[in-house]
């Protein structure tokens, strides 16, 4: 006998079933009852499946593909965090399209996307950075020598690791097997994330001065695949070490404020270096309200099973590292077009 769910069962706390003819389809003893497509409390599930002692229900558990696939569309205590990061991903994407777009070598297309916002409107850049300069992004239809290759490892760091986060939350419910891979993809994709952001500030800071540039940009790229390393270990990934999880990304977020500080100080009295390191700040202080909130499971931790669908820990986490990365977004665009003023060309 093959049983048949259209809608996944809801098992309350108490461990009873709520499923119309589902208790007297149990009664039958069938095999094919063991992996049922229903929703568990906490305390039934495996334990590769357990991460968060506080979210009491609604997960999934060893679901067919097929079905995990069509749970994008169903509401469990997975939705939100699959949702932020799938609508990040694709706001990401339609902000690399528009910087292709905004390409010198594109700029016979520029006339479409400078209908869509104004410069003042977008950036709120200082006034000497946007002055008597065309479309959303002043100074960029220019066919100067500025590289915009940082810009698009950035984007591309950004769009890898909110996909892989969404694609994470979404299949880790299939098997143990899966979600071992794609957790150990979601850290590593979380490190890369890290390292690419490094690339808009500490090039475009540092364009003049390779060997700054050159020493800087090792150093992350050294870190990300340490912590990457790091991250495929087993252990990683046990709830027991969610903080050092969060103190491992953390730190090396962390390490750009010797970058951020140094170029603050090289770039002094200039405008962008005022504006950009406010903006720096903002970002780690927005990451860094994310990492601990994750790291302490609040506010879960304090009302236990009241998060469960939406506001716990992790939805928090998600929606600040899309406003992160769009604070960061807009920094690197500031970098971008101070550096079509200047006078310096690449070395």
Request: glycine residues 6%; hydrophobic residues 45%.
């Amino acid at each position: 006998m093959v049983l048949k769910v259209d809608q996944p069962s809801v098992v309350s706390c108490s461990g009873r079933l709520h499923s119309p003819g589902l208790r007297q389809r149990l009664s039958d003893g069938s095999a094919s009852l063991q992996k049922q497509v229903r929703l568990f409390c906490y305390h039934e599930l495996p334990d590769w499946c357990k991460g968060n002692e506080y979210i009491l229900r609604h997960y999934r558990a060893d679901w067919p593909l097929t079905r995990t696939i069509l749970s994008v569309f169903e509401v469990h205590n997975e939705t939100l965090n699959i949702w932020t990061h799938l609508l990040g991903f694709i706001l990401f994407a339609w902000l690399t399209y528009i910087a292709v777009l905004e390409h010198p070598g594109f700029a016979s297309t520029s006339s479409g996307a400078q209908s869509i916002v104004t410069t003042q409107q977008a950036y709120n850049l200082p006034p000497d950075l946007s002055t008597d300069l065309p479309g959303p992004f002043p100074g960029l239809f220019s066919h100067s020598s500025v590289p915009r290759w940082p810009l698009f490892v950035f984007l591309w760091g950004a769009m890898v690791c909110l996909l892989t986060s969404a694609s994470c939350h979404w299949f880790c419910c299939h098997c143990q097997t899966t979600n071992s891979i794609v957790w150990k993809l979601d850290y590593l994709a979380i490190a890369g994330l890290v390292c690419t952001s490094f690339f808009p500030p500490v090039y475009y800071a540092f364009m003049c001065e390779p060997v700054w540039r050159n020493m800087y940009l090792s150093a992350i790229v050294i870190l990300s695949l340490a912590t990457g390393v790091i991250s495929l270990f087993p252990k990683f990934n046990h709830p027991t070490y969610q903080p050092l999880r969060a103190g491992v990304f953390s730190g090396m977020a962390l390490s750009g404020i010797v970058p951020c500080l140094h170029k603050a100080a090289f770039l002094h009295p200039e405008p962008i270096a005022y504006f950009t390191t406010a903006a720096e700040l903002a970002m780690g202080f927005v990451y860094l309200i994310g990492a601990v909130v994750y790291a302490t499971k609040v506010p879960e931790k304090w009302l236990p099973g009241r998060f469960d669908i939406i506001g716990h820990s992790h939805q928090i986490l998600h929606v600040l590292v899309v406003v992160g990365a769009c604070i960061h977004y807009n920094t690197a665009w500031a970098y971008v077009t101070w550096r079509e003023q200047s006078s310096c060309v690449p070395k």
